[in-house]
């Protein structure tokens, strides 16, 4: 029986979405594509086991009439690491990499690009979203482990890997203590990347979040993050930087933090200047696609204001319920010295709460987030996926094989590749690894 020449992993990932899984390989499929991904660097050991399991299920389910044993199951493990092909895969690791990093909260894979550009090879990913890990797989060739809160994902973590990345997402800290180190983080995300900086000792860490972490709680979460991280030996740096600063138009200010195990002397990067307007990311085929189009409604608008010879237009709120901010304070609109087109809801109290905001070729886009997607006044439409990963500093050959909704969502929540890539440069040549 000729099990091996009819197995292809093509066929395994197919299989996947349609076998209901036991426990005890509810990591097989990503074992299996981190066991072929790390089958010259010593690690994959780390997967074999799992990765030989699922193998063996999977075989099973395929063959119900056949009694598969250990060998066969080896044999079709060995036909598909002669079979992989990095050429294969978009972005395949580096043939002859200078240092390993792991991925934690991978997302869609912006740590993981920044890093390979420069010579790094991901020795471990990990991502909860399942429409995240299609996106993950479809690009790298390998799918992310899940829940990385659980034991039994972080025990597939090698420990003799140089950089661990992680945007790890913000939750709620415990201030009962008086320490605010380690403790005080129990419970929250960030305590698992301190579980895994404990227990594997990387050199060094880049971490990532929102800008708002800075002031989060008036600053106690951050003193607890950096209490927690002092507390492991790690001497850090962190700085708030923006994409806008690195080439991209797009304003996007993020917290970025450093660790190293060396006492080193890092400097941020302070990127190559501003200037970078819409237009440089614009796809010209994306103008004549109807489902870009903002509504009838909104180019009214937008026609009314640029009719007007009023700096600050004021609209028609009639059709507003009168006892809404809109009814009552009403809408007006202005558009700013950068060409952007601002409407507001007139309520001094308030300061004008924004209504709507559109951007314009000459101009940068507003931070991207995973609700809304930037519109521009002068196009009448919202940015293509094209676009806005293009605006992340994606590549275009960056693939999605998930809907535009999920991808817009998938690109707002990720990274800006340039500014990471920026950073693990000065990193590198900081501890010169």
């Known amino acids: 029986m000729k099990l091996v020449e009819n197995v292809s992993l093509e066929e395994i990932n197919e299989k996947t979405y349609r076998v209901k899984l036991i426990e005890s390989i509810d990591y097989g499929k990503a074992s299996l594509s981190h066991y072929l991904h790390n089958s010259n660097n ?17 075989l099973e389910v395929k063959y119900p009439e056949a009694e598969i044993t250990n060998a066969i199951a080896e044999n079709a493990m060995q036909y598909l690491l002669s079979n992989y092909k990095k050429e294969d895969i978009t972005f395949p690791s580096p043939e002859n990499p200078t240092f390993k990093f792991i991925d934690l909260f991978s997302g869609i894979g912006g740590f993981r690009l920044a890093s390979q550009n420069l010579g790094g090879n991901c020795v471990f990913s990990s991502e909860w979203d399942e429409f995240s890990q299609k996106t993950y797989e479809a690009n790298f060739g390998e799918t992310p482990f899940g829940d990385i809160t659980k034991a039994e994902t972080r025990k597939f973590i090698p420990k003799n890997y140089d ?20 403790d005080e983080t129990r419970g929250t995300l960030f305590f698992d990347i301190l579980e895994i900086l404990k227990n594997t000792e990387p050199r060094m860490f880049l971490l990532e979040n929102v800008k708002g972490l800075k002031s989060h709680e008036g600053g106690k979460t951050l003193k607890i993050i950096e209490n927690s991280l002092k507390d492991l030996g790690y001497s850090i740096k962190w700085e708030i930087l923006n994409s806008y600063d690195f080439g991209l138009p797009q304003y996007r200010e993020r917290w970025y933090c450093v660790g190293f195990k060396d006492n080193v002397d890092f400097e941020f990067p302070k990127g190559e200047g501003r200037g970078s307007k819409i237009k440089s990311i614009i796809d010209e085929k994306a103008n004549s696609d109807k489902k870009l189009k903002i509504s009838e409604f909104e180019i009214e608008r937008i026609n009314f204001h640029f009719n007007s010879k009023e700096l600050r237009v004021q609209h028609d709120n009639s059709k507003y ?11 007006f609109s202005f558009q700013k010295p950068d060409g952007a087109l601002r409407f507001h809801i ?26 809304r997607v930037p519109k521009l006044w002068d196009l009448q439409r919202k940015l293509s996926v094209l676009e806005a990963q293009r605006l992340q500093g994606f590549p275009n ?15 707002g929540n990720s990274v800006a590749v340039p500014v990471l890539e920026a950073i693990i440069k000065k990193m590198l040549n900081t501890i010169k690894l």
């Open 321 to 331: 319920n009168p006892n809404t901010k809109k009814g009552k304070h009403g809408v």
């Open 397 to 411: 050959n960056f693939r999605f094989p998930i809907s535009d909704n999920q991808a817009y969502k998938q690109l």
């Open 346 to 371: 007139g309520d001094v109290a308030k300061t004008q709460i924004q209504e709507a905001f559109y951007a314009c070729q000459e101009t940068y886009a507003p931070t991207i987030i995973a609700n």
């Open 163 to 182: 950089l661990l990345c992680a945007g790890f997402p913000c939750q709620p800290f415990s201030y009962a203590g008086l320490k605010q180190g380690f």
């Open 42 to 58: 010593g690690i994959s050991k780390n997967y074999k086991k799992s990765a030989h399991l699922y193998l063996k299920h999977v």
